[in-house]
T-cell receptor, first 117, second 114 residues
């Protein structure tokens, strides 16, 4: 597809369960970002990938959160032992490269809405 | 540390009226500035961006923004608002060069009344 694809679009899970959120970036985009959007909180940076490595994962809220990227493409954000405060929309974005310039605005997916009951 | 301030959480304007959404940033080097729009149930769409050149930049949907270095501001404007402009607007700042995160403001929710 032409855009960033995220799946699932909605996920309801019970407290304590693990969840995996998937992001397919735009083909050829080397940089990939995960953000979290909670009600009234704006976009909270979680982690950034350049290729398969993560130079900046300073935004991951706790060690229950982890992310990986394989083949310089698909990324998975995993949340272990989910808590109610994890409920939010998780947004993925990609850009042509991490070096800002004319070609590097972030392109966002539609997000995964996670609800922890 | 880089930061973005959007002082207005919620703005209401009448259809046809002019609009200005405020954005102030803090950044230690030359910034790369963005405005994104998020319509209800949609992902974020890039409205416009600035990193050099003319400080008044034009974007999609009739929006423009002006970079003012002395005020560390990048305010978004539109001369005449349409009902379809009702959405949430996010200002963001990122690095010009290098591999670093893009930081977003908290967003301004725009309501348009007839």
């Amino acid at each position: 597809g032409a855009g960033v694809s995220q799946s699932p679009s909605n996920k309801v899970t019970e407290k304590g369960k693990d969840v995996e959120l998937r992001c397919d970036p735009i083909s050829g985009h080397t940089a990939l970002y995960w953000y979290r959007q909670s009600l009234g909180q704006g976009l909270e940076f979680l982690i950034y990938f350049q290729g398969n490595s993560a130079p900046d994962k300073s935004g991951l809220p706790s060690d229950r959160f982890s992310a990986e990227r394989t083949g310089g493409s698909v990324s998975t954000l995993t949340i272990q032992r989910t808590q109610q405060e994890d409920s939010a929309v998780y947004l993925c974005a990609s850009s042509l490269n991490g070096r800002s310039g004319e070609s590097s605005p972030l392109h966002f997916g539609n997000g995964t809405r996670l609800t922890v009951t | 540390a880089q930061s973005v301030t959007q002082p207005d959480i919620h703005i209401t304007v009448s259809e046809g009226a002019s609009l200005e959404l405020r954005c102030n940033y803090s950044y230690g080097a030359t910034p790369y500035l963005f405005w994104y729009v998020q319509s209800p149930g949609q992902g974020l769409q890039l409205l416009l961006k600035y990193f050099s050149g003319d400080t008044l930049v034009q974007g999609i949907k009739g929006f423009e923004a002006e970079f003012k270095r002395s005020q560390s501001s990048f305010n978004l404007r539109k001369p005449s608002v349409h009902w379809s402009d009702a959405a949430e607007y996010f200002c963001a700042v990122g690095p010009l060069g290098g591999y670093q995160k893009v930081t977003f403001g908290i967003g301004t929710k725009l309501q348009v009344i007839p």
